[in-house]
C-alpha cells in the first residue's frame, strides 16, 4: 500500500487491475490529478491473485475493498479510482453511495453492472470500444457520464499507435480532471 498525503478529509482508494498496477499511466494520473487537487489517498496492491474466473478471485478483490472503504475515520469526503479488476467494488461504492471514477470497469459482470446502476453519487465510466471486457451500451443505461474511446483496447491504447494511445490518454486525463473539479465545486 502506498499513501499519497493531501486533506484527510478527502481520501481517494486507488484499486488496479490485476495486471494494471497503481504505476501504470491511468492510475498515476488520475493519482496525480487527485494530488494536485488536494486529495489524500492511498494506492492498493493486490497479493497473489486466485486465477481469473474463480469465485475466491472476487472475494478477495471485495474483502480487501470492504476493508479499504471502511478504514477511514469517516472522511468528509471519499472517492473510488479502480481499474478493470478493481471494478468488483463498485456494488460496495453503491452501498455507501462513494462516488467513482471506473477505467474500464468489466461490465460483463452482472455485480458490477448492477452496483453502477444503483449508484446515484457521481460516476465517471471510461472505455474502449476494442475492449471485450466494455460494453457502451450498458455503460450509458447507467445514467453516469461515459467516456468512450472508439478503438481503444483494455488499457485504453493503440497498439502500435504510441500517438494514438497518447491522445486517448490526454482525453482521459481530461475527463478525469473535469469529474474531480464537480467533487470539489470547481467547474
Do not use: C
Request: no cysteine.
Amino acid at each position: 500500500m502506498r499513501i499519497f498525503d493531501g486533506d484527510a478529509g478527502r481520501v481517494a482508494i486507488v484499486f488496479p487491475g490485476a495486471g494494471y498496477t497503481p504505476d501504470r499511466p491511468l492510475l498515476h494520473y488520475a493519482r496525480s490529478i487527485l494530488r494536485d487537487a488536494g486529495w489524500s489517498g492511498r494506492d492498493v496492491w493486490w497479493p497473489e491473485l486466485p486465477p481469473a474466473g474463480s469465485d475466491a478471485l472476487g472475494t478477495m478483490v471485495r474483502d480487501i475493498a470492504w476493508r479499504e472503504l471502511h478504514a477511514d475515520a469517516a472522511p468528509a469526503q471519499r472517492l473510488v479510482v479502480a481499474k478493470s479488476l478493481g471494478s468488483l467494488a463498485a456494488p460496495l461504492a453503491a452501498d455507501l453511495q462513494i462516488p467513482g471514477i471506473w477505467l474500464t470497469p468489466l461490465m460483463h459482470n452482472a455485480e458490477v453492472v448492477a452496483g453502477l446502476e444503483r449508484q446515484t453519487a457521481p460516476t465517471l465510466l471510461v472505455g474502449g470500444t476494442a475492449d471485450e471486457l466494455w460494453d457502451g451500451s450498458a455503460a450509458r443505461r447507467t445514467g453516469h457520464p461515459v467516456l468512450e474511446i472508439p478503438g481503444a483496447n483494455h488499457s485504453l491504447e493503440f497498439p502500435g499507435d504510441a500517438r494514438r494511445s497518447v491522445a486517448a490518454l490526454g482525453d482521459v486525463v481530461e475527463a478525469i480532471t473535469d469529474f474531480v473539479a464537480t467533487l470539489d465545486g470547481t467547474a
